[in-house]
């Protein structure tokens, strides 16, 4: 698997993932307002309180900002989840007009939109897929209109569980949706990508 795009502060944690942040700031604007009553150092009450506020704004920017990995994150777990129940037109669905195709690296020369779709109608033929499991799924931001996913799963498609691993490139659209760009098969079990081309 590639390196992941570095990640912003901000972004890991307060638009994506702010509670662990929120809980601290709160606990400590309560600690602050607590000792600054009890005690009588009343002058140190604003201190808490705004510590309070801080929490309580952070956490609201988590739940209404939703960035581009978080929507890449939404997308792809959309994709496993059509390809895997055999339903290739919802699948085909979350693909973008320009979207194209790797193996082995995202910065490889990609396969064109039709070869994606004629690969999905593969998989609906010739395999009855029993299983699928996400078993990691991360999404890092891009650029505020591109988000990336690295995804692991583990698929029985009769032959027992096989690993495979992908990046995901998703895109906001001219009409603000979200689709995927970009799909890089890195591995399919214990070899190369490449060697299922």
Sequence with gaps: MPDPPSVG??????????????????????VIMW????KGHLKHLPGGVILGGLAIAIALLGV?????????????RQFVKHVAAQDISSATLLLAPNAS???????????????????LKRVEAALEINSNRITHLSGYVESQDRGVTHLTCWTDAG????????????SRQV??????SRLTCIKIGERAASSYQ
Aim: aromatic share 12%; proline share 7%.
């Design 9 to 30: 502060l901000i972004n890991r944690y307060v638009f994506e993932n702010p509670w662990p942040l929120a809980l601290i700031l709160l606990i400590a604007g309560a």
């Design 35 to 38: 000792s600054a009553l009890v």
């Design 64 to 76: 209404f900002i939703q960035t581009s990995g978080e929507h890449a994150r939404l997308i792809t």
């Design 101 to 119: 195709m790797a193996f082995d690296s995202p910065l490889n020369p990609g396969h064109d939109l039709s070869y994606i779709k004629a690969q």
């Design 159 to 170: 032959y027992g569980p096989t690993r495979s691993q992908w990046v995901i490139e998703v």
């Design 175 to 180: 009409d603000g949706s979200w689709q995927i």
